[in-house]
């Protein structure tokens, strides 16, 4: 028997849920995926995946409750994609995250594909590309789900809410970038260098602003590599959210997010109009291996009080850069530190070689290989035998979670790089985070009492060079959920560990539509039995896609110098050929000098957001913008 304080607790709880589900709605956006020409920094124009004609590419916005359908179709004509939400948990429906060949197979080109699945989560997040490292050809933009019940509300109006996203620029295409990454001819590892950033995908961005109001900016690291330095001259930032997750607020000058991380906050404007500032994005060039001489890597914008005032330069910053704290933060809600985990997942972070020369990323020992069929449909069709991880194949690096479960994953960098590690499918209690060069978390000898009481939480921290990080979650999300390094660099070589979760429970209660199956026949990929496609005997993972073997026993660390300073003699050698083979020949005719100068695949229409460096643009997202369309 309830008492009439219970009663009108579930009273309340009821009306709660009705008017939420008076107020959600179907928003649906229509994707035609293509090729259009973008030069975002004015230096160079290039093929960038567009949607409808269009790049930038549209945000996707909704309201907490509501129901988002994506049909996407793939005219790239020469590429697969698929479309990853990052940030979102997609309970109940993981066949829509979006990695290709963990819980769907790519979209061909000429095939469609439909996403559809509610948002239960406020805040900033973004989409993008999760297949063969595309992304940063374009195929990414912001993700904002609004809360109509937000706690911080009374500190500004939505209306003067504003999207902000940072990014590095590649002039080159990944399909040509990445043979050569991953090469003989590139021992070391080392990642390329971006050309540019960019603010809101462009350059010499201006920011109207009023006196006097309080401004949301919400912000997106939507780049492939470079972390970034972000500062507004003149104002601090208080941050209200990052990654999702509503943080009680608190004051930066200076904020750093690695690529894929999302902060948002709030920046009160001056009372005068006498002067416009900059606001300032800073690559972290401790991640390049190379500092080109023509790399510019800062992207100012400015908050314009007045266009008819000059729009100044940054001021220059001699002193090393201090960002804030994000361990520091404290969650909305108060959530208390998890209990000692029932699951220790340890991952140490590697580059090496391989037998075929080129240099790998690992967890441990394994490098990441995607399976023949998706990791999710091994799930669903390997019955009692799902919850045996072996299935899943050798080189998914897959561990199989129980519901409920509290897991704890640490991850150890032996290499000298920082790593943004995201998780699919949760936030993690980030809690503990040792500074650079601290070794291993063995060595910092912690115990429960050393851990914050009430950890911060997010979806992708960033892990300092030669130290380590220990984050913990609640298995409390059935689904096939990779943990990976965000660097997309490192993604494509194999920095990727799989959590399948409960795949008991997503055997009764998951159906995949048959839009998702088409998708896999159309390529001829199976979509029952284990990593290697077998059905008869699950063990057996003959067949499965494979890294290359290892380096022979004995090739030693000088071993692995001597080959790259081999190969590094090589490539000189052919380059003084090539060099002495292209100089000009005074008898030969005009036309053999020519070169051919545009892009060789171009397979729209040109861009039509005029975003060039000289043309500058603020995406500024309420409610009811985004391109798409609603239905109560």
């Known amino acids: 028997m309830f008492s009439l304080s219970g009663r009108l607790l579930l009273l309340e709880a009821w009306i709660t849920t009705l008017l939420g589900l008076s107020r959600a709605a179907t928003v649906t956006y229509n994707f035609d995926i293509g090729w259009v020409t973008s030069n975002p920094d004015g230096a160079f124009d290039r093929p960038t995946i567009g949607i409808n004609g269009q790049w930038p590419i549209p945000p996707i916005v909704a309201n907490i409750g509501d129901n988002v359908v994506v049909q996407a179709t793939n005219h790239l004509g020469n590429q697969t994609t698929s479309l990853h939400f990052h940030g979102l948990f997609m309970n109940g429906t993981t066949q829509m995250d979006g990695p290709s060949q963990v819980s769907q197979c790519a979209i061909a080109p000429g095939s469609s594909f439909t996403y559809n699945f509610t948002v239960n989560q406020p805040g900033t997040y973004w989409y993008h590309s999760h297949t063969n490292g595309q992304y940063p050809d374009g195929l990414r933009g912001p993700l904002i789900i609004h809360d109509p019940d937000s706690p911080f509300l009374d500190l500004y109006e939505q209306v003067n809410e504003r999207v902000l996203t940072v990014s590095d620029w590649y002039h080159d295409q990944m399909t040509d970038l990445l043979p050569g990454f991953i090469s003989k001819g590139n021992p070391t590892g080392a990642e390329p260098v971006p050309q540019a950033a960019l603010f809101n995908d462009t350059q010499n961005l201006g920011i109207p602003v009023r006196p006097g109001t309080t401004y949301l900016f919400r912000m997106i690291n939507i780049g492939a590599f470079a972390g970034q330095y972000i500062w507004f001259e003149g104002h601090n ?23 894929a991380q999302r902060c948002s906050f709030l ?6 109009t006498t002067t416009n500032y900059a606001l300032v994005a800073s690559m972290d060039t401790t991640l390049f291996d190379t500092l080109p001489d023509d790399l510019n890597y800062n992207v100012t914008g400015w908050l314009v009080y007045d266009e008819a005032q000059p729009l100044p330069d940054p001021a220059i910053v001699y002193d090393e850069f201090e960002p804030f704290d994000d361990m520091t933060l404290i969650p909305y809600d108060n959530q208390t530190l998890f209990s000692e985990p029932d699951k220790i997942v340890e991952l140490d972070v590697i580059m090496d070689n391989l037998g075929d020369g080129a240099n790998y990323a690992f967890f441990n020992n394994i490098t990441y290989k995607a399976p023949t069929v998706p990791t999710l449909y091994t799930a669903l069709s390997a019955g009692d035998m799902a919850t045996n991880p072996t299935v899943y194949g050798s080189f998914t690096h897959s561990f199989v979670l129980e519901r409920g479960e509290i897991v704890q994953i640490i991850v150890n960098n032996l290499d000298t790089g920082r790593h943004p590690f995201h998780l699919h499918g949760h936030h993690f209690q980030a809690i503990y985070r040792s500074d650079e060069d601290a070794g291993t978390f063995e060595d910092s000898n912690l115990s429960e009492s050393d851990y914050p009481a009430m950890p911060m939480r997010r979806d992708t921290f960033v892990l300092y ?11 409390d999300n059935p689904g096939v959920w990779l943990f990976h390094c965000h660097i997309e660099w490192h993604v494509a070589s194999g920095l990727i ?15 995949i539509p048959q839009n998702h199956l088409d998708a896999c026949a159309a390529q001829s990929i199976p979509t029952v039995g284990n990593a290697a496609g077998n059905t008869v005997d699950l063990l057996d993972l003959t067949g499965e896609p494979r890294s290359p073997d290892p380096l022979p026993d004995g090739f030693t660390t000088r071993g692995k110098v001597a080959l790259a ?7 000189l050698g052919v380059m003084v050929v090539a060099w002495y083979g292209l100089a000009p020949d005074a008898s030969a005719p005009s036309w053999a000098e020519q070169r051919v100068t545009e892009p060789a695949v171009v397979d729209s229409a040109e861009r039509s957001s005029g975003a060039t460096g000289t043309d500058p643009k603020v995406i500024a997202v309420t409610a009811v913008s985004g391109n798409g369309t609603s239905k109560e």
């Open 237 to 259: 930032m208080t941050i209200i959210e990052v990654d999702g997750v509503y943080h009680q607020p608190a004051t930066a000058e200076m904020i750093y997010l690695s690529a």
């Open 465 to 475: 060079p030669t130290g380590n990080i220990v984050l913990r979650f609640r298995a």
């Open 497 to 511: 560990a799989t959590f399948v979760e409960a795949p008991l429970d997503l055997q009764n209660t998951l159906t």
């Open 267 to 272: 920046v009160t404007t001056k009372n005068e």
């Open 565 to 571: 300073f081999s190969c590094l003699s090589g490539i």
